[in-house]
Structure formats: C-alpha cells, structure tokens
C-alpha cells in the first residue's frame, strides 16, 4: 500500500499488485475450466486477504466450459501503508 496509483496484474503463476491508494479498488480477473463436472471453492490466503472478495465461488462449473472468475481488491480508508502478499487459491471438488 502506498501514496501512488493503482496496478494490478495476473498471470498464469502470480497476482501482484502494484501502487494503490487508501480507499481505491482495482478488478482483475482469470479464466478457469475442467474436463469435468466440478464444485468450484475460491479463497484467498495472506494479508491481503481481507481486501479481496470474488465474483463467483462455491459453484458448479459444468464439464469443459471456461468461467471467468473477477478478483476484486477494495483498499479501505485506513488501511496501513506497507506491503501486502497472499496467495488465490481454486479447488476443484468431484460434483454428484
């Protein structure tokens, strides 16, 4: 977190993010699929945890359809300036 801009990137093996200001938000997003019917848990890890809500989770993702997941970051007001890491993580569950 810092006095800056915003930046926030994804890619096939990191979320980083760059500056962001007190009380802005940022959206990115990711595609997901399967070969299979699958229940679909998103969470987040980390100190940024807190900060980042997700467009869909919990879900059933049909065989072979691609679903584009948003991973929303909302800086609050009085969050501490400094440094935040975490980790996304999507599993895959056999559906019934």
Do not use: C, W
């Not at 584009?68 to 400094?82: D, H, K, M, R």
């Amino acid at each position: 977190m810092t006095e800056g801009g915003a930046a926030f990137n994804v890619n096939d093996e990191n979320l980083s993010m760059g500056k962001t200001v007190r009380g802005g938000s940022a959206e990115r997003s990711f595609h997901i699929s399967n070969k299979q019917k699958s229940l679909v848990k998103v969470s987040a890890a980390g100190n940024i945890s807190p900060y980042l809500t997700f467009s869909d989770n919990n879900f059933i993702l049909p065989a072979n359809e691609v679903k584009q997941i948003f991973v929303y970051f909302i800086a609050p007001e009085n969050i501490s300036l400094g440094k935040y890491h975490g980790v996304i993580n999507v599993n895959f569950y056999r559906a019934k």
